[in-house]
């Protein structure tokens, strides 16, 4: 099992370009995640999905947005890149939400905004 | 608003034991929980406590006290390879995990 994989590892972007992350998990798990991390921070929750065909907005969701049209694929897109989405970005995964549910996170992608 | 504190970096000697501290204040608890990454890594699991007490795992435990909104992660005999950042994690009322700044574990030989 790969687990969750994330394409690209590494992203440089000019401010209004766009882009889209790709996160795939092969553990059939329902619940996905896109985190964003940033030095000296914990993670903040952008967008989740509870199963496929289904979004929801977390803590930071202004500038991005979510698909899911596939149980095992979440995607996250950025429609017009600033030099504050300039992060870390991580997905993971969970059977679940509640509970001693454990997240699987992806390598991360890092994204710089020039 | 929401809010984990926890310390920003901790020292300690190889062999040692260290404690790594977190408070909280969140809209509704559903478990504290502890996740490690080392420099350049993702985040990986390490406990969970749900009720009070102390949950141990090999030579990481986890403490919780829901009445002081209070854990704590302990780890023994350390190695090495514990040098990572420990984050620690709520689930709120909305089921999501709102995350501490985490703690930088420094181990000096």
């Known amino acids: 099992n790969a687990g969750v994989t994330q394409t690209p590892k590494f992203r440089v972007l000019k401010t209004g370009q766009s882009m889209t992350l790709l996160c795939a998990q092969d553990?059939?798990?329902?619940?996905m995640y896109w985190y964003r991390q940033d030095p000296g921070m914990g993670l903040r929750l952008i967008h989740y999905?509870?199963?496929?065909?289904?979004?929801a907005k977390g803590e930071v969701p202004d500038g991005y947005n979510v698909s899911r049209l596939k149980k095992q694929n979440f995607l996250l897109g950025l429609e017009s890149a600033a030099p504050s989405q300039t992060s870390v970005y991580f997905c993971?995964?969970?059977?679940?939400?509640?509970?001693?549910?454990?997240?699987?996170f992806g390598p991360g992608t890092r994204l710089t905004v020039l | 608003g929401q809010s984990l504190e926890q310390p920003s970096e901790v020292t300690a000697v190889e062999g040692a034991i260290v404690q790594i501290n977190c408070t909280y204040q969140?809209?509704?608890?559903?478990?504290l929980s502890w996740y490690q990454q080392h420099d350049g890594g993702a985040p990986t699991f390490l406990s969970y406590?749900?009720l009070d007490g102390l949950e141990e795992t090999g030579r990481f435990s986890s403490f919780l006290s829901r009445s002081d909104s209070y854990g704590y992660l302990l780890l023994q005999e350390l190695q090495m390879k514990d040098s990572a950042s420990y984050f620690c994690?709520?689930?709120?009322?909305?089921?999501?995990?709102?995350w501490g700044a985490g703690t930088k574990l420094i181990i000096k030989p």
């Open positions: 993971a995964s969970s059977l679940s939400m509640g509970g001693t549910d454990t997240q699987y």
């Open positions: 553990m059939n798990h329902e619940y």
């Open positions: 999905s509870v199963g496929e065909g289904t979004t």
């Open positions: 969140t809209s509704g608890f559903y478990g």
């Open positions: 406590n749900a």
């Open positions: 994690a709520v689930r709120d009322s909305n089921y999501q995990l709102i």
